[in-house]
């Protein structure tokens, strides 16, 4: 089955302490992005990656890191979490860029006390 | 920079009504795609559709259609007889770079279907 996974789908942790949310996808996709969701908001762009070893910021970077290592898998990583970071987080794919349908992940909700 | 607009927060109807979600955008490029996603209770995020901004044809999947018009910079989603089922946030995107950047969504509209 295509799809894209995420784990954990929940999180509760605290302030300062760095995490990993993973993100892996099956279906070759080139490209793959997180967001955040928050309420009124919509969905933010954190980060995205055209290819492997290709990253690039969306428009809220400040305190994430990615990797791409791998073309099915897409980090994203908390060094340093606070508490302005709890939110709901989707990992998405495509098969190119952004023009193209993208494929979420089931969400992962992080709660940073 | 790119925007997208959707003013109306949440909608209430009842069964079988028709329902049209607004949605607004703001680019300055000529080349652009828009989206609508749906997210019902369970989270998850349902791509609907996908348009390019050279195809202004108006376009019906089953009780749901979309009218582009960019006079207007609008893309709006109407459901026809709604359905219960049909309860859910909608999110309208655009995006204008196919390199990775600039892809916008809208700030949702929460549609509560009434038995």
């Known amino acids: 089955e295509a799809q894209v996974t995420q784990n954990p789908r929940y999180l509760i942790t605290v302030t300062g302490k760095k995490l990993t949310v993973t993100c892996s996808q099956n279906?070759?996709?080139?490209?793959m992005s997180w967001y955040r969701q928050d309420p009124g908001l919509g969905l933010r762009q954190i980060y995205y990656?055209?290819?492997?070893?290709?990253?690039d910021k969306g428009d809220v970077p400040e305190g994430y890191k990615v990797s791409r290592k791998e073309k099915r898998n897409f980090p994203l990583i908390l060094e340093s979490p606070s508490p302005n970071q709890t939110s709901l987080y989707f990992c998405a794919s495509s098969v190119t860029g952004n023009y193209n349908e993208q494929f979420f992940g089931p969400g992962t909700r992080l709660t940073v006390l | 920079a790119q925007k997208v607009t959707q003013a109306q927060t949440e909608i209430s109807v009842v069964e079988k009504e028709d329902v049209t979600l607004d949605c607004v955008y703001e680019t300055r490029d000529t080349t652009y795609y828009l989206f609508w996603y749906k997210q019902p209770p369970s989270g998850e995020l349902v791509f609907l559709i996908r348009r390019n901004s050279f195809d202004e044809q108006n376009e019906i999947s089953g009780r749901y259609s979309w009218n582009f018009q960019k006079s207007t910079s609008s893309f709006n989603f109407t459901i026809t007889a709604s359905q219960v089922v049909d309860s859910a946030v909608y999110f309208c995107a655009l995006s204008a770079d196919n390199y990775g950047q600039n892809f916008v969504f809208g700030p949702g509209t929460r549609l509560s279907v009434l038995p």
């Open positions: 279906m070759n996709h080139e490209y």
């Open positions: 990656s055209m290819n492997v070893e290709v990253t």
